[in-house]
């Protein structure tokens, strides 16, 4: 069995495939750090995992540590996804291509492997980033904005009486009328602003790419946005997908 892992700033998303090259997860989950995720793999796959691969925004030494840990406790190989001028038939359009996220590299590779024509992919995480690809697989760059989780916390922490419960951010996020309480005024204020970026990236991705760039939405909050772009294809395990092309096994 093999192990993925996609290591963003907030939480490390795991999941078990069956064998290189295909079939669908065996298990898989989030978790905050590699102590949890060894816990969670521990008791259910402690003798059956035989490799791993990785992709990682993180510091190069926590990202080290991580997979020597697994390695070690698994007894398993660990690849580590790294940072390419070109992959799959996708040209990295950074002045520097290692200074290209290696989520938003391989999220693009794994939507152009799927369309093998224009995308527009955007992934809605702890930062919310978007990236074009023409027909040709030329990347044309991309935005990097902040996500929800970070968008709530900074009102929250630069402010004293912003403040509400999970439970009242739940219920505004019913509709986008005007808000007649904080967590609705804040829930949906920063759904706008989502809206609003979203609907932007839309309008450029078709200038840019022509009328039929296929939409790629993919991280936690993909679903959110995908009210608004009904054409969009939501793609959760877009990461993955490019990984298993950056970081092939023997057999695929
Ligand atoms: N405590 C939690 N337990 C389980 N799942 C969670 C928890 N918190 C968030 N999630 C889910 O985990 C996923 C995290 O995805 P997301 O794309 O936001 O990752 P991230 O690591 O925060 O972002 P990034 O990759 O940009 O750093 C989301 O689907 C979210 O709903
Ligand atoms: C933007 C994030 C944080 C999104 O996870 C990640 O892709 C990253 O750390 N990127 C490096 C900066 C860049 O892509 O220009
Ligand atoms: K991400």
Not at 6 to 31: E, L, Q, T, Y
Not at 97 to 105: A, C, H, I, P
Request: charged residues 20%; proline residues 3%; hydrophobic residues 45%.
């Amino acid at each position: 069995m093999i192990l993925e892992l996609d290591c963003g700033n907030s939480f490390i998303k795991w999941r078990v495939m069956p064998r290189a090259g295909g079939g669908s997860a065996i298990a898989g989950g989030v978790v905050d750090n590699s102590e949890e995720l060894i816990a969670a793999l521990a008791d259910r796959f402690s003798e059956q995992l035989s490799d791993c691969r990785l992709v990682s925004v993180r510091a190069d030494e926590e990202t080290r540590l991580l997979s020597g840990a697994l390695s070690a406790r698994f007894s398993m190989r660990c690849r580590v996804a790294e940072s390419a001028p070109m992959l799959a038939g996708v040209r990295n359009g950074y002045e520097d291509y290692k200074r290209l996220g290696l989520d938003r590299w391989l999220a693009l590779v794994g939507a152009y492997s799927l369309t093998h024509g224009a995308c527009l992919v955007v992934d809605l995480g702890t930062a919310i980033t978007s990236d074009f690809v023409d027909a040709n697989g030329q990347h044309l760059g991309g935005f990097i904005c902040p996500g929800m989780p970070l968008m709530r916390s900074q009102l929250l922490t630069h402010t004293r009486r912003i403040r509400y419960d999970s439970v009242a951010a739940e219920h505004a996020r019913d509709s986008l009328v005007p808000g007649h309480s904080t967590a609705e005024a804040v829930e949906r204020g920063c759904s706008l602003m989502l809206r609003g970026f979203v609907n932007t990236q839309l309008e450029l991705a078709r200038q840019q790419c022509g009328a039929d760039v296929v939409v790629f939405l993919t991280g936690g909050d993909a679903a959110m946005a995908a009210e608004w772009v009904p054409a969009a294809r939501v793609v959760p395990d877009l990461v993955f997908i490019g990984l298993a092309i950056a970081c092939p096994l023997t057999g695929e």
